[in-house]
């Protein structure tokens, strides 16, 4: 007996062992380009599939969902984060939205430690120093950055990554703080030996490091505004691996460039891909291109989650990582 194949359209070039499973299992259109659809692309692709497989940098909002029709009944994004969705129009329309949660946040929270070493300790500037021919040898006073051990670190949004950040800096020496929607469990509390603080304006004012790790929504936008930095210490730092919009980056370009924070390591920005020049010019902060969750094994486990939820759907059965409205 043969099973007829849902019209799978993905958005952008895969890791090709998921996309020859994806040929295996469904009618797939596939991106072999790897260039973004232009806005054209993309109302075409939902006028056709049934399935839409985008990224977290596609655009999927009220016009796009309303261009599909009846023949969009599923969003399998690839990716933790769904702000790109317009998630009230899909559940309107009737169109189920999955992603792929938990297997970036190893991948993540490794990277959010990369830059909270690398900030304090100067390492970008000390790389480009020796690379430009500019190193004349040691001395006493060369290069002289901060030690993270004994410093305090205040995680914004202890969800998987935070608590998986919070247990790379109990290793560091790093006293752990954290500020979240909701208390976390105490016997979690108590082996991460976090303190949890119901201020984050009290929190943020204590911290010498700040490490963004909630999502992006509504009431998360510019979280960390001008008051906000202000309130941080003039030598604490703070890194964003989360989303660009929960800070705000002309607040922050000022804060960086009149000192009143030590420094910044990026690697989301507000106008994704654009970059804010001024940042580029300033020599405390590091910049990484959206590279969090880029590592070869992430990729492949998040193309398996989506083509989990897209077979459980074919099957008449309930995606495992549906959205619900509870997230919004």
């Known amino acids: ?27 797939c259109e596939l991106n072999l380009s790897d260039e973004a659809f232009t806005r054209e692309q993309m109302l075409d692709a939902v006028a056709r599939a049934e399935i839409l497989v985008p990224t977290v940098t596609d655009k999927i909002d009220r016009e796009v ?7 969009l009944k599923m969003i399998a994004s690839f990716g933790t984060g769904v702000d790109h969705i317009d998630f009230p129009a899909a559940r309107k329309a009737g169109i189920i939205v999955s992603n792929t949660p938990d297997v970036l946040t190893e991948d993540t929270a490794d990277m959010t430690m990369g830059l909270i070493l690398a900030v304090p300790r100067r390492l970008v500037e000390g790389e480009r120093l020796v690379r430009d021919g500019e190193w004349s040898g040691w001395s006493p006073t060369g290069m002289l950055g901060h030690r993270i051990w004994g ?12 608590t998986a950040v919070a247990r790379r800096a109990r290793g ?55 008051r906000r930095l ?62 969090g969750s880029a590592t070869i094994e992430g990729r492949i486990a998040m193309g398996e989650r989506v083509i989990i939820n897209v077979k459980t759907w ?4 309930n995606p495992p ?3 619900v409205d509870t997230m919004f």
């Open 1 to 27: 007996m043969t099973h007829r194949k849902p019209k799978v359209i993905v958005t952008r070039k895969l890791p090709d062992i998921i996309e020859t499973r994806m040929m295996e299992l469904f009618d």
């Open 65 to 71: 969902i309303d261009a599909a029709g009846s023949s």
């Open 151 to 162: 410093k305090r670190l205040g995680i914004i949004g202890m969800g998987r990554i935070g």
């Open 172 to 226: 560091f020496g790093l006293s752990v703080h954290y500020h979240n929607r909701n208390r976390v469990a105490e016997s979690l509390e108590e082996d991460l030996e976090a303190t949890y603080w119901s201020s984050l304006d009290q929190m943020i004012a204590h911290m010498d490091i700040l490490s963004i790790n909630c999502p992006h929504t509504p009431a998360t936008y510019h979280l960390l505004n001008a």
């Open 230 to 291: 202000g309130l941080m210490k003039s030598h604490a730092y703070v890194v964003n691996t989360s989303r660009g919009e929960v800070i705000d980056e002309a607040a922050l370009v000022k804060a960086l460039s009149q000192g009143q924070i030590s420094g910044a390591g990026l690697d989301v920005y507000e106008n994704e891909p654009a970059v804010n020049p001024k940042l580029m010019k300033l020599k405390n902060v590091v910049l990484l291109p959206h590279m």
């Open 314 to 317: 074919v099957d008449g059965h």
């Open 321 to 323: 990582d549906r959205v």
